[in-house]
């Protein structure tokens, strides 16, 4: 017999459409056989030591199951408590309890505290959707917190999750370590520069020596000794006083 539970969604699709049905028919079957057999079981919530037919019990996410009773008096308690987001009891779970199954299931009867539970988390849903553009530092509303985005002032494409230029193909603890590198090339590119390089008293742009004359003549066209930096001129060697001498290692 097929079952909800086990169903392989791939292969199903591939099955003809009479298959299909089949199939389909089965798995209510099943369920509805298994929600019977269910009826019949009890279930010993360790919270209250009671023991509580299985369709009065409520399962979380996290695998964790209790008695309606005690999960209702625990949402309960922690709505009160104006905690923002309510969680499983079980003692070091922290699994949330979505607000669908809080509906689904009819885990709260105060229909008060329901709403200012429900507003408290419309709140802060609103107020972490709110980002400012890491260019032009406008307010912008992103609905997901993972992924591209991009702001309609400026255009400009950022990483919902840590706000840095757009990394695809990289996670963004991937993109910090390719930043990180970059940043000690580019400190080691200046370093070299400052070593390997003079600025030019005209254009300000820095040139390298690449051979033994001194007799430097730069992209801007101004032409310089390289030793004491002065302006060049077809006596530099003969009346210099800072003895400069046109070749040198």
Same mark, same amino acid.
């Given at each position: 017999?097929?079952?909800?539970?086990?169903?392989?969604?791939?292969?199903?699709?591939?099955?003809?459409?009479?298959?299909?049905?089949?199939?389909?028919?089965?798995?209510?079957?099943?369920?509805?056989?298994?929600?019977?057999?269910?009826?019949?079981?009890?279930?010993?919530?360790?919270?209250?030591?009671?023991?509580?037919?299985?369709?009065?019990?409520?399962?979380?996410?996290?695998?964790? !199951?209790?008695? $309606?009773?005690?999960?209702?008096? %625990? &949402? /309960?308690?922690?709505? @009160?408590?104006?905690? +923002?987001?309510?969680?499983?009891?079980?003692?070091?779970?922290?699994?949330?309890?979505?607000?669908?199954?809080?509906?689904?299931?009819?885990?709260?009867?105060?229909?008060?505290?329901?709403?200012?539970?429900?507003? !408290?988390?419309? $709140?802060?849903?609103?107020?972490? %959707? &709110? /980002?400012?553009?890491? @260019?032009?530092?406008? +307010?912008?509303?992103?609905?997901?917190?993972?992924?591209?985005?991009?702001?309609?002032?400026?255009?400009?494409?950022?990483?919902?999750?840590?706000?840095?230029?757009?990394?695809?193909?990289?996670?963004?603890?991937?993109?910090?370590?390719?930043?990180?590198?970059?940043?000690?090339? /580019?400190?080691?590119?200046?370093?070299?520069?400052?070593?390997?390089?003079?600025?030019?008293?005209?254009?300000?742009?820095?040139?390298?020596?690449?051979?033994?004359?001194?007799?430097?003549?730069?992209?801007?066209?101004?032409?310089?000794?390289?030793?004491?930096?002065?302006?060049?001129?077809?006596?530099?060697?003969?009346?210099?006083?800072?003895?400069?001498?046109?070749?040198?290692?």
């Amino acid at each position: 017999m097929y079952s909800i539970y086990s169903l392989d969604i791939e292969e199903f699709l591939l099955q003809p459409n009479e298959k299909r049905l089949f199939i389909l028919e089965e798995c209510v079957k099943s369920y509805r056989a298994r929600q019977e057999h269910e009826k019949m079981l009890t279930f010993n919530c360790s919270v209250c030591m009671e023991d509580v037919p299985f369709d009065d019990t409520y399962i979380n996410v996290c695998g964790h !199951r209790f008695c $309606k009773s005690c999960v209702r008096d %625990s &949402i /309960k308690y922690q709505m @009160k408590q104006t905690w +923002e987001k309510v969680h499983c009891q079980e003692g070091g779970c922290f699994q949330v309890i979505d607000i669908s199954d809080i509906l689904l299931y009819n885990l709260i009867e105060d229909k008060a505290l329901l709403q200012n539970y429900t507003e !408290r988390l419309d $709140k802060k849903t609103f107020e972490t %959707s &709110i /980002k400012l553009c890491p @260019k032009c530092h406008k +307010e912008l509303f992103l609905v997901c917190d993972k992924g591209m985005a991009a702001c309609v002032y400026c255009e400009y494409t950022f990483c919902r999750e840590c706000l840095e230029p757009w990394h695809v193909g990289r996670t963004c603890e991937q993109w910090k370590e390719f930043i990180k590198n970059e940043d000690e090339n /580019k400190e080691r590119m200046v370093q070299w520069i400052k070593q390997n390089t003079k600025i030019c008293p005209r254009c300000k742009n820095p040139i390298q020596k690449n051979g033994g004359c001194n007799h430097m003549t730069c992209r801007c066209g101004h032409q310089f000794c390289w030793l004491c930096m002065a302006d060049y001129n077809s006596n530099h060697w003969s009346t210099n006083t800072t003895g400069c001498r046109q070749f040198t290692n």
